[in-house]
C-alpha cells in the first residue's frame, strides 16, 4: 500500500526540512515556502493532508486555508501558528482546519495532530468506498455517458449531503424514480440505515394510516396484541420512500405533514408522540401541483415534500444511457440466472437504440431479463430480447392500412404487392438481426432453411 501523501507549507527552511525529516519514513512528504507553491502543486491533485503555516508571506495561511478547501473540500489541513492566538485559531477552525499545532514544534505533538488527521481521511475514504459499493451494487445511477442520468445524479449528490431534507421525484411510471431514490438514501450521511420502499397505491387506503404510523395495543377492533411499528418507525435512522404519494387519503396526509414538519408522530391509539429521524423521499407520475388546485392534495404538505424536487427524464429522452443500462441488466441477470451471455450483438444493440421505451427503464429491464433467461448463444441476440408478441405489435403497429397498395377500378397485381411485403419483413427482420440469418428467421417464426429458400427467390 503507497503511503499518504502530506504536504508542509511554512516559510521557514528549518521547520520544512525538520518536518520532512520526521515524517519521511512514513509518509511522502513534499515541502513549499509558499502558499502558491503548494496550491499550484496540486493541479494534479492534491495530497492527503496539508501542514499549513498561517503568517506566510504574500497569500497567508487562512486565505491559503479556504482556497484549498474550494477546490478540496474533502482535505484534512492541520494550521501551524507561531502563537496560540484564539481568534485565528477558531476562524480557521470555522473556515475547515482539522486541527493546528503551536511552534515550536514537537514531535510528539506533531505526530499525533497528524495520525489523527490522517485516521479520519482512512475512515472518510473507508466511508465513501462503502457508499460507492452499495450504489454500484443497487443501481445504475451511475451509468450513462452524458446528460441524462448524469445530470440527475449531479442533483442527488447535491440534495443527500442533508440527512433528512424532503425530496420529491417527479417522472413518467417506470422511469427509475426508485433507483433516484435509493441514489439519494446512498449518497446521504444515514445510507448505512435502511431504505424502505412503500406503494402507497398498493396499501388499501383505509390501511395506510396505520401502516405507516402504526398503532398501540387494541386500538381498533382486530389490531395486534402487542401494538405495531409503522413504517416511518420501521425506516428510524435512514430512508423512507413514499411512491405514489399523491395516493394518501386526507387523514394521512395531515399526519405525515405533521411529522415532517416536527420529527414526531402519534401511533394510532397513543396519547403520547413518537419521534424519530427518517428521511421522507417521495414520488408521483402524477401532477401534484394540478391535484393541489383541484383540492385532492394538501397544498402545505405539497410544499413540504417538495423542498428539493428531481425531474427524471423517461428513458426515450436519454437515450444515451439505454445501452449503459442495458449491459448493466444484463450483468446482474446472468448472475441471478447462472448464465455466461458475454453482451449485446451488434443488431441487439442497434434494436434497443431505436426501439421506443413505453414502459422506460422497467420495461428495459423486462426485456434484458427475458433475454438472458432464454437466450443459447454467448451473446444477447435482437430476437432474444424482442420476442414474438414484441415482433408482432410492432408490426401491427406498423402494418397498417394505409401501408397496403390502393385497390382500384384498374385492379391489382395481388402477387406483386404479397413479393413487396415480403421483402420488406425480410429486410426489416435482418436488419433487427444484424444481419444474422438465423436470427431473422426467428423473427419472423420460421426454420433457417425455409428463410435462406424463400430468401434466394427474391
Same mark, same amino acid.
Given at each position: 500500500?503507497?503511503?499518504?501523501?502530506?504536504?508542509?507549507?511554512?516559510?521557514?527552511?528549518?521547520?520544512?526540512?525538520?518536518? =520532512?525529516?520526521?515524517?519521511?519514513? *512514513?509518509?511522502?512528504?513534499?515541502?513549499?515556502?509558499?502558499?502558491?507553491?503548494?496550491?499550484?502543486?496540486?493541479?494534479?491533485?492534491?495530497?492527503?493532508?496539508?501542514?499549513?503555516?498561517?503568517?506566510?508571506?504574500?497569500?497567508?495561511?487562512?486565505?491559503?486555508?479556504?482556497?484549498?478547501?474550494?477546490?478540496?473540500?474533502?482535505?484534512?489541513?492541520?494550521?501551524?501558528?507561531?502563537?496560540?492566538?484564539?481568534?485565528?485559531?477558531?476562524?480557521?477552525? =470555522?473556515?475547515?482546519?482539522?486541527?493546528?499545532?503551536?511552534?515550536?514544534?514537537?514531535?510528539?505533538?506533531?505526530?499525533?495532530?497528524?495520525?489523527? @488527521?490522517?485516521?479520519?481521511?482512512?475512515?472518510?475514504?473507508?466511508?465513501?468506498?462503502? *457508499?460507492?459499493?452499495?450504489?454500484?451494487?443497487?443501481?445504475?445511477?451511475?451509468?450513462?455517458?452524458?446528460?441524462?442520468?448524469?445530470?440527475?445524479?449531479?442533483?442527488?449528490?447535491?440534495?443527500?449531503?442533508?440527512?433528512?431534507?424532503?425530496?420529491?421525484?417527479?417522472?413518467?411510471?417506470?422511469?427509475?424514480?426508485? #433507483?433516484? !431514490?435509493?441514489?439519494?438514501?446512498?449518497?446521504?450521511?444515514?445510507?448505512?440505515?435502511?431504505? #424502505?420502499?412503500?406503494?402507497? @397505491?398498493?396499501?388499501?387506503?383505509?390501511?395506510?394510516?396505520?401502516? #405507516?404510523?402504526?398503532?398501540?395495543?387494541?386500538?381498533?377492533?382486530?389490531?395486534?396484541?402487542?401494538?405495531?411499528?409503522? #413504517?416511518?418507525?420501521?425506516? *428510524?435512522?435512514?430512508?423512507?420512500?413514499?411512491?405514489?404519494?399523491?395516493?394518501?387519503?386526507?387523514?394521512? *396526509?395531515?399526519?405525515?405533514? /405533521?411529522?415532517?414538519?416536527?420529527?414526531?408522530?402519534?401511533?394510532?391509539?397513543?396519547?403520547?408522540?413518537?419521534?424519530?429521524?427518517? /428521511?421522507?423521499?417521495? !414520488?408521483?407520475?402524477?401532477?401534484?401541483?394540478?391535484?393541489?388546485?383541484?383540492?385532492?392534495?394538501?397544498?402545505?404538505?405539497?410544499?413540504?415534500?417538495?423542498?428539493?424536487?428531481?425531474?427524471?427524464?423517461?428513458?426515450?429522452?436519454?437515450?444515451?444511457?439505454?445501452?449503459?443500462? !442495458?449491459?448493466?441488466?444484463?450483468?446482474?441477470?446472468?448472475?441471478?440466472?447462472?448464465?455466461?451471455?458475454?453482451?449485446?450483438?451488434?443488431? @441487439?444493440?442497434?434494436?434497443?437504440?431505436?426501439?421506443?421505451?413505453?414502459?422506460?427503464?422497467?420495461?428495459?429491464?423486462?426485456?434484458?431479463?427475458?433475454?438472458?433467461?432464454?437466450?443459447?448463444?454467448?451473446?444477447?441476440? @435482437?430476437?432474444?430480447?424482442?420476442?414474438?408478441?414484441?415482433?408482432?405489435?410492432?408490426?401491427?403497429?406498423?402494418?397498417?392500412?394505409?401501408?397496403?397498395?390502393?385497390?382500384?377500378?384498374?385492379?391489382?397485381?395481388?402477387?406483386?404487392?404479397?413479393?413487396?411485403?415480403?421483402?420488406?419483413?425480410?429486410?426489416?427482420?435482418?436488419?433487427?438481426?444484424?444481419?444474422?440469418?438465423?436470427?431473422?428467421?426467428?423473427?419472423? /417464426?420460421?426454420?433457417?432453411?425455409?428463410? /435462406?429458400?424463400?430468401?434466394?427467390?427474391?
Amino acid at each position: 500500500m503507497n503511503p499518504c501523501s502530506l504536504y508542509v507549507i511554512d516559510d521557514e527552511e528549518s521547520i520544512r526540512q525538520s518536518v =520532512r525529516l520526521a515524517l519521511q519514513p *512514513q509518509y511522502r512528504v513534499s515541502v513549499f515556502a509558499t502558499a502558491e507553491d503548494g496550491i499550484a502543486a496540486m493541479d494534479g491533485g492534491g495530497p492527503d493532508l496539508v501542514l499549513l503555516d498561517i503568517g506566510l508571506p504574500g497569500m497567508n495561511g487562512l486565505e491559503a486555508l479556504q482556497a484549498i478547501r474550494s477546490r478540496f473540500p474533502e482535505m484534512a489541513v492541520v494550521m501551524i501558528t507561531a502563537y496560540e492566538d484564539v481568534q485565528t485559531v477558531v476562524q480557521a477552525m =470555522r473556515h475547515g482546519a482539522y486541527d493546528y499545532v503551536v511552534k515550536p514544534l514537537t514531535g510528539e505533538v506533531l505526530l499525533q495532530a497528524i495520525r489523527n @488527521a490522517m485516521e479520519r481521511v482512512r475512515l472518510r475514504r473507508e466511508l465513501f468506498a462503502l *457508499q460507492e459499493h452499495c450504489l454500484q451494487e443497487d443501481i445504475p445511477c451511475c451509468l450513462g455517458e452524458k446528460g441524462g442520468l448524469q445530470e440527475v445524479m449531479a442533483r442527488v449528490a447535491m440534495v443527500a449531503k442533508s440527512p433528512d431534507t424532503p425530496v420529491l421525484i417527479v417522472g413518467e411510471t417506470g422511469s427509475g424514480k426508485e #433507483l433516484v !431514490a435509493r441514489a439519494v438514501h446512498y449518497r446521504s450521511p444515514n445510507f448505512q440505515g435502511v431504505f #424502505l420502499p412503500v406503494n402507497c @397505491a398498493a396499501i388499501p387506503k383505509e390501511l395506510i394510516e396505520s401502516e #405507516l404510523f402504526g398503532y398501540e395495543a387494541g386500538a381498533f377492533s382486530g389490531a395486534r396484541p402487542s401494538g405495531k411499528k409503522g #413504517l416511518i418507525e420501521e425506516a *428510524q435512522g435512514g430512508t423512507l420512500f413514499l411512491d405514489e404519494i399523491g395516493d394518501l387519503l386526507p387523514e394521512a *396526509q395531515a399526519k405525515l405533514l /405533521r411529522f415532517l414538519d416536527s420529527g414526531e408522530f402519534f401511533r394510532i391509539g397513543a396519547g403520547k408522540a413518537t419521534r424519530v429521524q427518517t /428521511r421522507i423521499v417521495s !414520488a408521483t407520475n402524477h401532477d401534484l401541483e394540478e391535484m393541489v388546485s383541484r383540492n385532492q392534495f394538501r397544498r402545505d404538505l405539497y410544499y413540504r415534500l417538495s423542498v428539493v424536487t428531481i425531474q427524471v427524464p423517461s428513458l426515450n429522452e436519454r437515450r444515451d444511457d439505454i445501452l449503459p443500462l !442495458a449491459e448493466f441488466f444484463l450483468k446482474r441477470f446472468c448472475v441471478k440466472f447462472g448464465k455466461q451471455v458475454e453482451g449485446l450483438s451488434a443488431g @441487439a444493440r442497434r434494436f434497443l437504440q431505436e426501439y421506443h421505451f413505453s414502459g422506460n427503464v422497467r420495461e428495459l429491464k423486462n426485456m434484458i431479463e427475458r433475454g438472458v433467461l432464454m437466450s443459447c448463444g454467448p451473446v444477447l441476440e @435482437a430476437a432474444d430480447i424482442s420476442g414474438p408478441e414484441m415482433a408482432a405489435a410492432d408490426t401491427s403497429a406498423a402494418w397498417g392500412k394505409e401501408c397496403y397498395p390502393p385497390l382500384t377500378h384498374e385492379g391489382l397485381d395481388l402477387e406483386a404487392a404479397l413479393h413487396d411485403m415480403e421483402r420488406h419483413f425480410f429486410e426489416e427482420a435482418l436488419r433487427h438481426a444484424g444481419g444474422n440469418e438465423s436470427m431473422a428467421a426467428r423473427l419472423l /417464426r420460421m426454420n433457417h432453411h425455409t428463410f /435462406r429458400y424463400r430468401r434466394k427467390k427474391m
